[in-house]
């Protein structure tokens, strides 16, 4: 189940085999987090890091949200407690806190990024639905045969995947962004 923990995998098992038991699904929460992205990839306006990111991510099918950082959690805080508060350590300068999920102004920041990606239910269960044939009748439906009661799994590639595509046409695009940064890349 990719879960970060033992108890917390068990607990998945046992919801799960009860949503087959009852012929139904589960959705869940797939976290992705991004080590050692540089700081300046994104753009403060139209290229923004976290819009690309939340573009991309609900490209996927399945896919109902996406949030960075605190994501929804930040709209019930407060500035005082959200804001990342910043330090400086031997002539570094680091985020004490990363409630921004590693994107300050539309750009990395250079912490970590976190995002986290809703998954639905999928919605091919064999329990009884209804719906609406052509000729506008309602009717009750089952779906039979083999049908996952969780995709989530399956999905982490995917979100990775189209994480990490979009991190790096973004590094392709800040490296043109500066004159010195082109002719270093064509010097060699």
């Known amino acids: 189940l990719y879960m970060p923990n033992n108890t917390y995998a068990g607990q998945a098992e046992i919801y799960l085999k009860d949503c087959i038991a009852q012929q139904d699904s589960a959705g869940g929460i797939i ?3 991004v080590h050692g992205m540089p700081a300046g990839i994104g753009e403060p306006v139209f290229e ?3 819009a690309c990111l ?3 991510v609900m490209s996927i099918g399945a896919v109902k ?4 950082g605190d994501g929804f ?3 019930a805080s407060r500035g005082s407690i959200n804001n990342d508060s910043f330090t400086c350590e031997n002539g570094t300068v680091s985020k004490i806190t990363n409630h921004s999920g590693g994107i300050l102004g539309g750009m990395s920041d250079g912490s970590d990024i976190l995002l986290r990606a809703a998954i639905k239910p999928t919605p091919s269960i064999s329990q009884p639905q209804q719906t609406v044939t052509t000729a506008s009748e309602n009717i009750e439906f089952s779906i039979h045969g083999r049908h996952d009661p969780i995709i ?3 999905a982490v590639v995917v979100v990775e995947s ?3 595509l979009t991190l790096v046409d973004l590094l392709f695009v800040n490296m043109s962004a500066r004159l010195d940064k082109i002719l270093s890349f064509y010097e060699r």
């Open 152 to 154: 989530v799994p399956r």
């Open 48 to 50: 923004k890091l976290d």
């Open 162 to 164: 189209m994480v990490a």
């Open 54 to 56: 939340a573009k991309a």
């Open 65 to 68: 949200g996406v949030e960075i």
């Open 31 to 33: 976290e992705c987090t």
């Open 73 to 75: 959690h930040a709209a």
